[in-house]
């Protein structure tokens, strides 16, 4: 599992940065991926970046400003030219259903894949399959805004077969029973409890990718105890005023969200294009002084979820 991020701009793209999208790789979880805001050039990003369309399975939107939307009819509709699409699920606030169809109508564009659109009005879980739990909830922005949580079930333990054997416990179909966690007898008398064969509980991993947002609660509650926390730092705090006036937050409103709710790992995203790459360093010093284990975001960065 992994995070890279197509585009890492505030509002419009800069020579050294898209706007805002970021792809979640599952492809040896479930050979799919999952892309959270969908800015303009998107789709040529996923092409530099080696990402296939056809392994999109779930689009999520934040909100509705442009720089989080404007790549999606690219995408949609540059897969439909490619041969057997996967269906694909869209997730965004209410208003995004209008978007898609309008766009799709007057341009006399098409699909050729089932697209189901789910609009989010409220706090809510999104997304819950036999391996992922993905919830939502509303921030602070100008404009409604949600945040999204994605937990990794944990995996469960297995039997373990190599110490069963080990102890000279034969092959046989009790095996099915003790890999029910069931207690049986062998032929020589000796009474195994499966549970006592069990390996470790794999606890799974747990991610929360923020919208554009000044410092909430929601913020806290979703991003309680993950290891990666995605959060928006649109202008170092100097410009603390300004930023809460347009509904964002600062680095040192990011480090603190990142604190208070006992995130392992910080990255900022959504730079002002105020600042250049070379700027990186101070932005994210920034960060550090109140919450070490940040980073900054660049277009393609890559980070490993562990």
């Given at each position: 599992?992994?995070?890279?991020?197509?585009?890492?701009?505030?509002?419009?793209?800069?020579?050294?940065?898209?706007?805002?999208?970021?792809?979640?790789?599952?492809?040896?979880?479930?050979?799919?991926?999952?892309?959270?805001?969908?800015?303009?050039?998107?789709?040529?990003?996923?092409?530099?970046?080696?990402?296939?369309?056809?392994?999109?399975?779930?689009?999520?939107?934040?909100?509705?400003?442009?720089?989080?939307?404007?790549?999606?009819?690219?995408?949609?509709?540059?897969?439909?030219?490619?041969?057997?699409?996967?269906?694909?699920?869209?997730?965004?606030?209410?208003?995004i259903?209008?978007?898609?169809e309008?766009?799709?109508?007057?341009?006399?564009?098409?699909?050729?894949?089932?697209?189901?659109?789910?609009?989010?009005?409220?706090?809510?879980?999104?997304?819950?399959?036999?391996?992922?739990?993905?919830?939502?909830?509303?921030?602070?922005?100008?404009?409604?805004?949600?945040?999204?949580?994605?937990?990794?079930?944990?995996?469960?333990?297995?039997?373990?077969?190599?110490?069963?054997?080990?102890?000279?416990?034969?092959?046989?179909?009790?095996y099915?029973?003790?890999?029910?966690?069931?207690?049986?007898?062998?032929e020589?008398?000796?009474?195994?409890?499966?549970?006592?064969?069990?390996?470790?509980?794999?606890?799974?991993?747990?991610?929360?990718i923020?919208?554009?947002?000044?410092?909430?609660?929601?913020?806290?509650?979703?991003a309680?105890?993950?290891?990666?926390?995605?959060?928006?730092?649109?202008?170092?705090?100097?410009?603390?005023?300004?930023?809460?006036?347009?509904?964002?937050?600062?680095?040192?409103?990011?480090?603190?969200?990142?604190?208070?709710?006992?995130?392992?790992?910080?990255?900022?995203?959504?730079?002002s294009?105020?600042?250049?790459l070379?700027?990186?360093?101070?932005?994210?010093?920034?960060?550090?002084?109140r919450?070490?284990?940040?980073?900054?975001?660049?277009?393609?960065?890559?980070?490993?979820?562990?």
């Amino acid at each position: 599992m992994k995070l890279i991020f197509l585009g890492t701009s505030a509002g419009t793209i800069t020579v050294e940065r898209n706007v805002s999208a970021i792809v979640l790789d599952l492809v040896k979880e479930r050979n799919a991926l999952w892309l959270f805001d969908c800015g303009e050039g998107t789709q040529h990003q996923m092409l530099k970046a080696k990402l296939s369309l056809a392994k999109l399975e779930h689009i999520f939107i934040t909100h509705l400003h442009g720089d989080h939307l404007f790549g999606l009819p690219g995408v949609l509709t540059t897969r439909s030219l490619m041969q057997n699409m996967s269906p694909l699920t869209l997730f965004g606030p209410k208003g995004i259903k209008q978007f898609i169809e309008t766009v799709i109508n007057i341009s006399y564009s098409w699909l050729t894949y089932p697209l189901t659109i789910i609009e989010i009005e409220k706090p809510m879980t999104v997304l819950d399959n036999e391996q992922f739990i993905v919830t939502c909830d509303a921030l602070q922005h100008r404009v409604p805004c949600f945040g999204y949580r994605i937990v990794e079930k944990d995996t469960m333990p297995k039997l373990d077969v190599d110490r069963l054997r080990s102890e000279n416990v034969p092959l046989g179909p009790h095996y099915a029973e003790l890999k029910l966690g069931k207690t049986v007898q062998l032929e020589d008398g000796r009474i195994i409890d499966g549970k006592a064969y069990f390996g470790e509980t794999k606890p799974g991993k747990k991610i929360a990718i923020l919208g554009d947002t000044i410092p909430c609660d929601a913020a806290i509650n979703l991003a309680k105890n993950v290891d990666v926390l995605v959060h928006e730092a649109t202008q170092k705090h100097e410009l603390v005023d300004k930023a809460n006036e347009r509904g964002h937050s600062t680095t040192l409103q990011a480090a603190s969200i990142a604190q208070q709710s006992c995130t392992k790992k910080l990255i900022i995203t959504h730079i002002s294009p105020r600042y250049r790459l070379s700027d990186n360093a101070s932005i994210i010093d920034e960060c550090r002084q109140r919450f070490p284990n940040s980073d900054i975001a660049t277009d393609f960065y890559r980070v490993d979820i562990e």
